[in-house]
Antibody, heavy 120, light 107 residues
Framework: QVQLQESGPRLVKPSQTLSLTCTVS??????????WSWIRQHPGKGLEWIAY???????YYNPSLKSRVTISVDTSKNHFSLNLTSVTAADTAVYFC????????????WGQGTLVTVSS | DIQMTQSPSSLSASVGDRVTISCRAS??????LNWYQQKPGEAPKLLIY???TLQRGVPSRFSGSGSGTDFTLTISSLRPEDFATYFC?????????FGQGTRLEIK
């Protein structure tokens, strides 16, 4: 059973870069059937997808964040990462990683999520 | 982007009730519609994909229907563990969008 776990700093200063890693266990991140994704949820709000990517190519970014976001996949470590630059308080949110079916785009399973706070 | 609108935004119901949540897309998305359940402090959980296919392990009291622009999630007989927030999500385009959520509360 595939499981995902987010890791990274919980507190980031304004203007700095938010960096998170999602470690995949119980399955290969190289599978051609899946993308790997990041989604965030502002406190008490809805869900916002950030980006998703195949292990060996195709990458999709939310246009509203595209200029600040990079998603990368490391097949040797079976994990993928998120970098979000020039953060502000508006980037404070719970960040989830999730596997995405590439046949019809749905998210399953999800990591437990990690709250990242942007504050000086 | 395709806008996903859920109704109602919140709903009060009792254990044993039949509940229906609606999700409307701003344009045709065929059956590329998925439903998630989220409990406080937890990650969302996929319930239904492709509008009507129950994810493995999800109880059969959950069902989904619809195609095109109008979709429905039905819980046939509410159990205490079903009180949560439900989100729809379209996967028709690469620019994924979610509904704003429907909070299901105990009456």
């Amino acid at each position: 059973q595939v499981q995902l776990q987010e890791s990274g700093p919980r507190l980031v200063k304004p203007s700095q870069t938010l960096s998170l890693t999602c470690t995949v266990s119980g399955g290969s991140i190289s599978s051609a059937n899946y993308y790997w994704s990041w989604i965030r949820q502002h406190p008490g709000k809805g869900l916002e997808w950030i980006a998703y990517k195949y292990s060996s190519g195709s990458t999709y970014y939310n246009p509203s964040l595209k200029s600040r976001v990079t998603i990368s996949v490391d097949t040797s470590k079976n994990h993928f990462s998120l970098n979000l630059t020039s953060v502000t308080a508006a980037d404070t949110a719970v960040y989830f990683c999730a596997r995405v079916s590439s046949i019809e785009i749905w998210f399953d399973p999800w990591g437990q999520g990690t709250l990242v706070t942007v504050s000086s | 982007d395709i806008q996903m609108t859920q109704s109602p935004s919140s709903l009060s119901a009792s254990v044993g009730d039949r509940v229906t949540i609606s999700c409307r897309a701003s344009q045709n998305i065929n059956n590329y519609l998925n439903w998630y359940q989220q409990k406080p402090g937890e990650a969302p959980k996929l319930l239904i994909y492709a509008a009507s296919t129950l994810q493995r392990g999800v109880p059969s009291r959950f069902s989904g229907s619809g195609s095109g622009t109008d979709f429905t999630l039905t819980i046939s007989s509410l159990r205490p563990e079903d009180f949560a927030t439900y989100f729809c999500q379209q996967g028709y385009t690469t620019r994924i969008t979610f509904g704003q959520g429907t909070r299901l509360e105990i009456k």
